[in-house]
């Protein structure tokens, strides 16, 4: 009871807030004294005592407001062109009604282990069904994009063998 009334007076929850808890996205739906009833994406409900969000940390996506970023990961070749890929991207943005026209980035974020590059295309939502929706958007349009215009920097994974490493000029 003392943490409903602790959760009650930080405005730390709200109804309708979209929050993340033990790996699960949803919007709180009811929020009692006693227990707090999360709608998951997929319709199903987690009901979790209101001590849990006073002893445990939690995302809350809408604490200030309801707009989100989407993040959508894309591990391709050296060879992909990120400027024509960065400018493909925007054009598709744009015709996106999901897209809010404010924020918006393609970056290549890391070089891998395995010798591929990593880009991050992020993207600014309204909400956060929305930002989900245009992740996998986004996600699918560069799949298809690179496939149908670059299918050079497709991922491929190089191995090094004896007789590789011969052809190459190395030695027995």
Known sequence: MLAG?????????????VVVVE?????????TLT??????WDERRLVLPVSYFTQNPFENWTRHGSRVLAVCLLRVDWSVPVPKLRDALY???????LWDQKDW?????????NGLV?????????DSPSSWDLKCDVREFLVNFVRDNYPESLPRFRVETPESRIGAGGHK
């Open 5 to 17: 009334l602790q959760l009650a007076f930080s405005d730390a929850l709200r109804l309708d807030d």
């Open 105 to 113: 980035t393609l970056q290549v974020t890391d070089v891998l282990p």
């Open 91 to 97: 054009e598709f943005l744009q015709g996106n009604p």
């Open 35 to 40: 227990y707090v009833v999360l709608r998951l």
């Open 23 to 31: 790996d699960e996205w949803g919007r709180i739906e009811e929020l």
């Open 118 to 126: 990593e880009l991050r295309a992020l993207m600014s939502a309204a």
